[in-house]
C-alpha cells in the first residue's frame, strides 16, 4: 500500500463587516471638488479661510479605502497625498446602502500639541464631505478643514 500525501492550500476566507462593503461601493471612483481649510498665516483667532481646487481616486484596498488626493496649490503648483482609512463596523452602523453619516473622534496632534480630533464623513449618492474639527482638552471643537467632492462622472 501506498500513501500519497497532497498539499493542500489553505484558504482564507475575508469576512468583511457589515456596511463596509457598502461603504466601498458607495465611494469608489473618482471624484472632484475642494479642499476648504483654515488660513494658519493669519492668527490663531482668524477665521478666514482657503480653498484648493481638488480631486480624489477612491480604490479598495482589502477591507481599507485609500484615498488619492491631487491638489491645485497654484500656478505650476501639483500637490498629491495619500490616506488609508478603514471603517469599523460600528462605524458604519448609522448607513443604508452605504449612505449617510459617519462620526469618528480619536486623539490626535495640532502644532505638535495633543488635540481631540472629530472626524464627520457624510456619504451620499453622488457626494463625498469630510469635515474635520479638532479641540484642545476642555475646549469646544473648530474647524480644521473640509473636503466637498461630487462623481466627477455620473453613476
Known sequence: MRTVLLAVPLLSLAVQAPGETEVQQALLGS???????????????????????????????????RLNYI??????????????????????????EGRGTIV???????SDKPVQTKTTYRIGRNIFEILEETAPEGE??????AYTFVRATPP
Open 140 to 145: 469646544p471643537f473648530a474647524f480644521r478643514h
Open 104 to 110: 469618528i473622534t480619536a486623539p490626535g496632534k495640532e
Open 71 to 96: 491638489y491645485d496649490d497654484g500656478p505650476s503648483k501639483t500637490v498629491t497625498e495619500t490616506a488609508v482609512i478603514h471603517f469599523e463596523a460600528s462605524d458604519t452602523a448609522q448607513l443604508r
Open 31 to 65: 471624484w472632484t471638488g475642494t479642499l476648504e481649510y483654515r488660513d494658519y498665516s493669519e492668527p490663531a483667532t482668524s477665521t478666514k479661510r482657503v480653498n484648493l481646487p481638488t480631486w480624489l481616486t477612491v480604490q479598495a484596498t482589502g477591507a481599507d479605502l
